[in-house]
């Protein structure tokens, strides 16, 4: 009896390593990443808000920027302006 309880806790115990060693966990957004949608703005100073899919940036008063978190599976793609501002009136 106590031999075939060990030999199934070690059966799922092998299934539970060999399942987790062939899911990689994600990689975590690189530095350059991280700082250009952050930077976004002030490469466009007419955008005010733009998203990369995955976070979404506004710019606040002066030049605060105020940046979502990312999601747990999310991958950024190609960062787009959203909203620019108005054109001023004549």
Request: a negative charge; charged letters at 15%.
């Amino acid at each position: 009896m106590m031999r075939g309880l060990v030999t199934i806790v070690v059966a799922l115990w092998l299934s539970i390593a060999t399942g987790e060693a062939q899911t990689p966990a994600p990689a975590p957004p690189s530095p350059a990443a991280e700082s250009s949608i952050h930077a976004y703005g002030d490469r466009d100073k007419t955008c005010i808000a733009w998203t990369d899919t995955c976070r979404t940036c506004t710019r606040g008063d002066g030049d605060t920027v105020h940046c979502s978190n990312i999601g747990i599976a999310c991958q950024p793609a190609e960062i787009t302006c959203t909203t620019r501002q108005p054109a001023p009136a004549k």
